[in-house]
């Protein structure tokens, strides 16, 4: 079998179609323990089998099943598998070749110079291959690749080599034909530079150069500014890279982070030039270079050369300080590094000595120290000025080693973006400074005339260059806040304070300060506050500093900002009558000072967990002379500190400047309602709550149907039942003791969804109140139901109150009134109650007949209703749509039930809810718009109509509504609705023939305006009609003003030559007719004297720019110098439309 065994059945009984049985039969045999053979063939050769074997005797007994393994010789001959051997790696000294044989066999090899004679397998067999440059056997294994070197002696550059392989069974039974394999060795010998790049041709972006190689390859370059890093570490790495290694050989082929890169051909000993372009002016570059030959070999290594743009100008130089006062960089610390910026590199005039690569030489230690600074101390000195007499050259360390100002054998260089960098390290007490500047002093450097040049090779050389003055800063004292909430003072049982605001202090550059500048802390709070006060110094013990009980700080109604206290006249020396100020020196440099609060009392209040708010903690660090402390620590308020130290003699040395400490207390008491609170306004589906605490918190509530949730005080009362629900309260009342209930619990009101989310008529919610009343609606209530609702009261420290419990009912369901406002062209929709609204426009000439009949006739009023609309001073005579646009108003709003609601009856509301809803019904009504809304409580909503409007036409707009659980309608209508005109009137010209007479022109002119003509007052607050009849009183002057009125009607030079033709109207109008007489070229008509011509919703022509319309008449000339065509054209204020125009 090919796979594992068989069972016994399968064993006696082959099947002929089965996949694992190959070969099957029986052997008799003839006794016990008598062996038996049998020759199975037809195997395959190297396969590996599985012999299945059971006995039967004559009784059918059987043996167990026995199956054993075994595997065909392998008899085939060895070979190589296809496309093996092959030469996997070839250098200019060694062979690599990779095989993989057909069979488990041995291999046999041999490498000889091209041409020799082949061996023959006996020579294999018998290691006698002479003249072999390597030679030897492996074993192999079928179908396994070997790769291994070929060669046991170093080949020789660029020779071609014969490899001879031959494969053979272990017993010599098989053997394959020896296989020969060609190869040659490659160039493995770098390029060599016979001239490196060598600049010969410099501009003033590019510059030019020329190499020279030993062979034929390519040369690869890239540019960086001078004194970049490069070629850069690989990512893991740090640290120069070594220019010998492949990854600076690769980064310059590749030209990888550089800011320029090419490659150039290169032939076998011959100068080739190359450019590098697109650089900056008057600039520096390192060039980096290497060059690889056609077998892909590598220079050495990467070569570099400094190059330079065209250079006609001297280096120029800037100053810098690492260390100053706040974001002010140019006031320096005292320990500040003070770094000369020259704008290319640098060389000493003299020596041409770059002092970049001297510094170099120096740092490495293969040059002294002294050589750099003997450079640097004749080309860069510092003065110090007093300003008391000249400026004086600072102490050199090699003259006073003990009052030193500069040492420059510590001086440092640096290369940075092109820029040689020249720093003088700070102070602070290291042994590697170059300056020990002063606090307080002014300094500046001067670069010496002839002894800077740059780099370039126009050597340019510096003149004399004196750098800005600049004065160090007063020493200062950084504040920072302390996270730590407890200290330990003593020891003792009472050893542990709790301490409310910890800060330290950090001095720096104060031992810079002479022993006559003292110092002192102030301490502010804007809050009464009592309090004790510890220091600690440099992490040792802390004590107590005010020895003579707590301190406190009291604002007045005068206090304005803060109030404070000092450190030292109010603690550290209490009692003193001439307090005496330590030295600002004795506060040393590298040791810290910490201070803690530990507050008694809060706004008179020593109670802790009633603190409540935010107290604020300022600390100022100032100092100056004794005298002037003195006067600051007597009074520590906003006005001294102005005069002392903003306006004063007294330095503010700490900083931050503004450093506040905010220390936030939580009240721990719980709030509570305010009296009258909470207040509870029901409706028949909704209820209002108005929640008001006594402080912040917020409050939790749940609000359910009577029963719904299992309510049980400590008495065992159930407050479903009566009379215990009605004894609940229906407001707040702080008179009146709340139960304490033992059902439902805290939890639940805090986590209502886990409760009570199954029920839809429980409704919760939570909310902060602060200082307001909070008003809250709870919808989806039913009506008439009696309600609980239940307050859990959190503080702001997530402290709970017990349950509260208050009751309310639910009203009857109430029919909506509806409040229409006319928002032209839109309609704002408003319900009393929470309401499903339907609504139509209509065009004021599509309104059906029965709504233009008496209301009174067609209401159905019974008797008693009828009394009340003949004594309600109402219009008895309005019609039905009158009554749904009237509002019977209520209280002292606008709001309220229409008249229709008041008294129509069924009958009559049937039929016009019908018509407003669309229903089917006896009546008809065109619309332009309809549809339903969905209204809340109170919540308008407002529909957008002038998509379905037209433009000079008036609209009504009518409504039904319906409360959600009701089942009566309220009605309301409104009119008026339109597309409002923002556009003035347009004015068309037109008139008969006119005649010349003697004393002009006569004829008629007609002047036609888009809508009827209204007068607009000047200052645009009033309005009136234009008539062609003269207001006989004043009521109709008020009204109206006469078109050709004198003081208000058309002016202009032919106003008073015009009289009207069509007769006298008390009646606005859009067209006027006119006669004319005596009208000459030039004569004018002007709209209006005083005023703007206008229409009714006020868009007076030319009011927006202030300018009138005028006409004026003009004639033309005809061939024979006749006048003819005289008429009136528009010449000032026109508008698009109007005609004629110039």
């Given at each position: 079998m090919t796979d594992g065994s068989v069972g016994v059945d399968d064993l006696l009984n082959p099947s002929s179609y089965s996949p694992k049985i190959v070969k099957s039969g029986t052997l008799s045999l003839t006794g016990s323990s008598q062996p038996g053979s049998v020759k199975i063939s037809g195997l395959t050769s190297d396969g590996s089998y599985y012999l299945s074997a059971v006995f039967v005797d004559a009784r059918e007994e059987r043996s167990p099943l026995k199956v054993i393994s075994f595997t065909t010789p392998d008899n085939t001959v060895p070979n190589f598998a296809s496309g093996y051997p092959y030469m996997s790696k070839i250098t200019s000294t060694s062979g690599q070749v990779t095989t993989m044989a057909t069979?488990?066999?041995?291999?046999?090899?041999?490498?000889?110079?091209?041409?020799?004679?082949?061996?023959?397998?006996?020579?294999?067999k018998a290691n006698a291959v002479s003249g072999n440059l390597g030679f030897g056997t492996l074993d192999v294994t079928k179908n396994v690749s070997n790769t291994f070197d070929v060669n046991n002696v170093p080949l020789e550059e660029l020779e071609s080599y014969d490899l001879y392989l031959w494969l053979t069974d272990v017993d010599g039974g098989q053997s394959s034909a020896v296989k020969k394999v060609s190869f040659t060795t490659v160039d493995g010998t770098p390029p060599r530079f016979n001239t490196n790049p060598t600049v010969n041709k410099v501009n003033a972006t590019s510059v030019g150069l020329y190499a020279n190689l030993n062979e034929a390859g390519t040369l690869y370059w890239v540019v960086v500014k001078e004194g970049e890093e490069y070629p850069k570490p690989l990512a893991g790495q740090s640290g120069k890279v070594d220019l010998s290694s492949d990854n600076a050989k690769l980064q310059v082929s590749a030209g990888m982070n550089a800011l320029k890169n090419g490659k150039v051909t290169m032939t076998e000993g011959k100068d080739v030039s190359f450019t590098v372009s697109g650089l900056e002016k008057e600039t520096a570059y390192d060039l980096y270079y290497v060059a690889q030959d056609k077998a892909g070999n590598y220079s050495e290594t990467v070569g570099k050369i400094t190059i330079h743009t065209l250079d006609p100008n001297a280096p120029t130089v800037t100053q810098e300080f690492t260390?100053?006062?706040?974001?002010?960089?140019?006031?320096?610390?005292?320990?500040?590094?003070?770094?000369?910026v020259f704008s290319e590199g640098i060389q000493d005039a003299g020596t041409n000595q770059n002092l970049y690569e001297l510094y170099q030489k120096v740092a490495a230690g293969t040059e002294p120290k002294s050589k750099l600074a003997g450079l640097l101390r004749d080309s860069i000195k510092l003065y110090q000025d007093t300003g008391n007499g000249p400026a004086t050259q600072v102490v050199d360390y090699k003259d006073d080693k003990d009052n030193w100002t500069i040492n420059?054998?510590?001086?440092?260089?640096?290369?940075?973006d092109g820029k040689t960098v020249v720093v003088f390290p700070g102070s602070g007490g290291s042994a590697d400074a170059a300056l020990n500047l002063q606090s307080g002093a002014t300094y500046y450097f001067e670069i010496e005339a002839g002894k800077i040049a740059d780099t370039s090779e126009s050597k340019n050389v510096m003149g004399k260059v004196t750098l800005d003055k600049f004065t160090t800063v007063f020493a200062q004292v950084n504040i920072s806040t302390v996270n730590q909430a407890e200290i330990t003072v003593g020891s003792g049982p009472d050893n542990k304070k709790t301490v409310n605001a910890v800060w330290k202090l950090d001095p720096v550059t104060t031992d810079k300060v002479g022993d006559f500048i003292d110092w002192d802390m102030l301490i502010w709070t804007d809050t009464n506050l009592s309090f004790n006060l510890y220091r600690s110094t440099d992490g040792g013990p802390w004590e107590q500093l005010n020895k003579k009980g707590e301190v406190t700080i009291t604002l007045s109604?005068?206090?304005?900002?803060?109030?404070?206290?000092?450190?030292?006249?109010?603690?550290?020396?209490?009692?003193?009558?001439?307090?005496?100020?330590?030295?600002?020196?004795?506060?040393?440099?590298?040791?810290?000072?910490?201070?803690?609060?530990?507050f008694t009392s809060v706004n008179g209040e020593r109670d802790k967990q009633a603190w409540n708010g935010r107290v604020n903690i300022r600390v100022n660090v100032v100092a100056g002379k004794d005298n002037d402390l003195r006067m600051m620590a007597t009074s520590v308020t906003e006005q001294n500190w102005m005069d002392t130290v903003v306006n004063g003699d007294l330095t503010d040395i700490?900083?931050?400047?503004?450093?506040?400490?905010?220390?936030?207390?939580?009240?721990?008491?719980?709030?509570?309602?305010?009296?009258?609170?909470?207040?509870?306004?029901?409706?028949?589906?909704?209820?209002?709550?108005?929640?008001?605490?006594?402080?912040?918190?917020?409050?939790?509530?749940?609000?359910?149907?009577?029963?719904?949730?299992?309510?049980?005080?400590?008495d065992g009362n159930n407050y479903k039942d009566e009379p215990h629900y009605s004894s609940l309260p229906t407001e707040g009342n702080n008179t009146i003791t709340m139960p304490s209930f033992n059902q439902p619990q805290v939890m639940d009101i805090l986590n209502p969804e886990k409760s009570y989310s199954k029920n839809p008529s429980i409704k919760y919610d939570n909310t902060a109140c602060q200082s307001s009343v909070v008003k809250l609606s709870v919808e989806d209530l039913s009506p008439q139901t009696d309600y609980i609702v239940y307050f859990v009261i959190q503080n702001t420290a997530q402290n709970y109150s017990e349950v509260q419990c208050y009751r309310f009912t639910t009203t009857d369901v109430g029919t909506p009134y509806i409040t229409l406002n006319n928002q032209s062209p839109d309609v704002q929709f408003k319900t009393s109650e929470s309401s499903e609204l339907n609504y139509v426009l209509v065009a004021y000439n599509q309104i059906p007949d029965f709504l233009k009949g008496k209301f009174a006739t067609e209401a159905n009023m019974d008797q008693e209703d009828?009394?009340?609309?003949?004594?309600?001073?109402?219009?008895?005579?309005?019609?039905?749509?009158?009554?749904?646009?009237e509002t019977v108003r209520q209280g002292s709003g606008n709001e309220g039930p229409s008249v229709f609601d008041m008294y129509a009856k069924a009958s009559l509301r049937d039929r016009v809810g019908k018509l407003i809803r669309r229903n089917q019904s006896g009546d008809s009504m065109t619309t332009v718009a309809s549809g339903p809304i969905s209204l809340e409580k109170n919540v308008p909503q407002v529909?957008?109509?002038?998509?379905?409007?037209?433009?000079?036409?008036?609209?009504?707009?009518?409504?039904?509504?319906?409360?959600k659980d009701g089942t009566e309608d309220g009605f309301k209508a409104i009119g008026g609705v339109n597309i409002p005109d923002n556009d003035p009137p347009v004015l068309s010209v037109t008139g008969g023939q006119a005649i010349p007479t003697d004393k002009g022109w006569s004829g008629t002119v007609t002047l036609t305006f888009s809508e009827n003509l209204y007068w607009l007052s000047e200052d645009r607050q009033t309005l009136k009609e234009v008539w062609t009849k003269e207001p006989v009183n004043a009521t109709q002057g008020q009204k109206a003003v006469y078109i050709l009125d004198e003081a208000f009607g058309i002016g202009?030079?032919?106003?008073?030559?015009?009289?009207?033709?069509?007769?006298?109207?008390?009646?606005?109008?859009?067209?006027?007719?006119?006669?004319?007489?005596?009208?000459?070229?030039?004569?004018?008509?002007?709209?209006?004297?005083?005023?703007?011509?206008?229409?009714?919703?006020?868009?007076?022509?030319?009011?927006?720019?202030?300018?009138?319309?005028?006409?004026?008449?003009?004639?033309?000339?005809?061939?024979?110098?006749?006048?003819?065509?005289?008429?009136?054209?528009?010449?000032?204020?026109?508008?698009?439309?109007?005609?004629p125009t110039t």
């Open positions: 069979k488990s066999c041995r291999l046999y090899w041999a490498v000889l110079p091209k041409g020799a004679s082949a061996p023959t397998a006996n020579d294999f260390k100053y006062n706040g974001t002010d960089s140019t006031t320096p610390l005292p320990n500040t590094d003070v770094r000369l420059y054998e510590n001086v440092v260089i640096k290369q940075e109604s005068a206090t304005e900002g803060f109030l404070g206290v000092s450190l030292t006249k109010d603690f550290l020396k209490v009692g003193e009558t001439m307090t005496d100020f330590d030295p600002l020196n004795e506060l040393k440099e590298g040791q810290t000072y910490e201070y803690a609060m530990e700490g900083l931050p400047k503004d450093f506040t400490l905010k220390v936030p207390f939580s009240d721990q008491s719980i709030p509570e309602f305010t009296s009258g609170y909470p207040k509870f306004t029901p409706g028949a589906t909704d209820a209002q709550m108005e929640l008001l605490l006594n402080r912040p918190g917020t409050v939790y509530y749940v609000v359910a149907p009577k029963g719904d949730i299992l309510t049980t005080d400590k009828l009394k009340k609309f003949q004594s309600s001073g109402l219009n008895q005579d309005m019609t039905i749509l009158e009554a749904l646009i529909k957008q109509f002038e998509q379905y409007m037209n433009m000079n036409t008036l609209y009504y707009c009518l409504a039904v509504a319906r409360n202009g030079s032919a106003a008073k030559k015009l009289k009207l033709e069509d007769g006298a109207f008390a009646s606005p109008s859009g067209t006027f007719t006119f006669k004319y007489e005596g009208v000459v070229e030039g004569d004018t008509l002007v709209f209006f004297r005083t005023g703007y011509a206008s229409d009714m919703n006020m868009n007076g022509r030319g009011m927006e720019a202030k300018t009138k319309t005028i006409l004026t008449y003009v004639t033309g000339t005809g061939t024979t110098n006749f006048l003819t065509n005289g008429h009136f054209v528009i010449t000032q204020g026109a508008i698009e439309g109007d005609s």
